[in-house]
């Protein structure tokens, strides 16, 4: 899936998949550099790459995967030095690059994309193209912020980058379920509610509050308009990706609302963070990963009821997690997200499986 047109792809099959693996790279580090966050002896070229699990996530891997689909979906070659940037910032990250080496070329990733974007928006101008485009260019300004130790607004800003983008894909599907115009206005100015939310945490802590509000008034929206709510009852690929859709607004919305509420908790920011981060936008990956995966390696990926494995883990886990970061208990919280790195690993055999299915029934149905 892709809310931008494609022309083609303009890069040969082959030369994506490298940048789809120095992705899974920067997957992998950031996984491990968490699970060390959460108590697990995991082990890492440098103990300090710990403190950069965040940028690995949300900069490295996602940005080099949003990147590596935009820029096919554009069709234009120099769209993909957005990927090559972002995961290549990645890699210096592993390599323990200081970070006013590695974050600058995330930065330069996030500002091709956002050229990329731009592209696109001109040949189709529109709402949702306009939201891909700025969430680009948060994409962008989010490493800078970290690297100038603005962690509240670097990690408002790649949240932001990820709601934003997905916002942006669904609005533009909403096509079969058109938003009324009051609908569409409310949705404007709930994105502006969450640039203003975003431009405070740069200046006082009292952002985030903000912040957590215009994500509640945005999943309340999405749950609200996004045609998932009657595809839910068809059956097949289309039944799971509606679940996938709206249990990620349900963590949407308890993100939000753990930021906005800030309720007692010793781990509060790691239940807020990762309801937004793993609950939002994971189940997002996984509903949407059977239509964007074939478009950019050219693989088909049939439906098998095991897609919903890595789901119901992801689900659980993060129940674990996030209970456990609220009533302080450590172990909850580590099981949790170890539980959250099973999900991935589940989700990728369950891809790759399915990948091998789908060649499997292609050759079948070739002509000898």
């Not at 050229?115 to 700025?134: E, F, K, N, Y």
């Not at 008034?217 to 009852?233: E, F, G, N, S, Y």
């Not at 920011?269 to 939002?280: I, S, Y």
């Not at 088909?300 to 302080?328: C, E, I, N, W």
């Amino acid at each position: 899936m892709s809310a931008l047109p494609s022309s083609g792809g303009g890069l040969a099959v082959g030369w994506r998949v490298p940048l789809l693996v120095i992705g899974m790279l920067s997957l992998l580090a950031g996984v491990a550099a968490g699970l060390l966050r959460a108590g697990w002896g995991v082990p890492l070229p440098d103990a300090a790459l710990a403190a950069q699990h965040g940028p690995l996530m949300a900069a490295a891997f996602f940005g080099t995967v949003i990147g590596l689909e935009r820029a096919v979906a554009l069709g234009r070659r120099w769209a993909f030095l957005s990927p090559l940037a972002a995961g290549a910032g990645g890699l210096l990250l592993i390599a323990g690059a200081p970070p006013f080496v590695a974050l600058p070329l995330l930065a330069v990733g996030g500002g091709l994309l956002t050229a990329a974007t731009l592209v696109a928006a001109a040949r189709q101008p529109a709402l949702h193209t306009r939201i891909l485009a700025l969430a680009a260019a948060l994409a962008a300004l989010a490493p800078l912020a970290w690297l100038l130790a603005a962690r509240d607004a670097a990690i408002a800003g790649w949240a932001a980058f990820l709601v934003l983008t997905i916002a942006g894909e669904r609005l533009e599907l909403s096509r079969f379920l058109p938003p009324s115009p009051r609908a569409r206005a409310v949705f404007v100015g709930i994105v502006g509610a969450l640039l203003l939310a975003l431009a405070a945490t740069a200046a006082n802590a009292a952002g985030l509050r903000l912040f957590g509000g215009a994500l509640v008034a945005l999943a309340v929206w999405l749950l609200r308009q996004d045609i998932a709510r009657r595809t839910v009852r068809q059956q097949g690929l289309t039944r799971f990706i509606a679940v996938c859709l709206l249990s990620g607004y349900f963590w949407l919305l308890a993100g939000g609302l753990l930021l906005a509420l800030q309720p007692p908790g010793p781990l509060l920011m790691d239940a807020a963070l990762h309801a937004v981060f793993v609950g939002f936008v994971l189940a997002m990956v996984f509903g949407h990963a059977p239509i964007i995966f074939p478009a950019i390696v050219r693989v088909s990926l049939p439906y098998r009821p095991r897609f919903y494995l890595p789901l119901a883990v992801l689900h659980a886990s993060l129940l674990l997690r996030v209970a456990g970061d609220l009533a302080g208990l450590p172990d909850w919280r580590a099981w949790g997200a170890a539980g959250n790195a099973l999900c991935l690993i589940l989700f990728i055999a369950t891809m790759v499986a399915a990948a091998l299915a789908g060649r499997a029934e292609a050759q079948r149905k070739t002509p000898a």
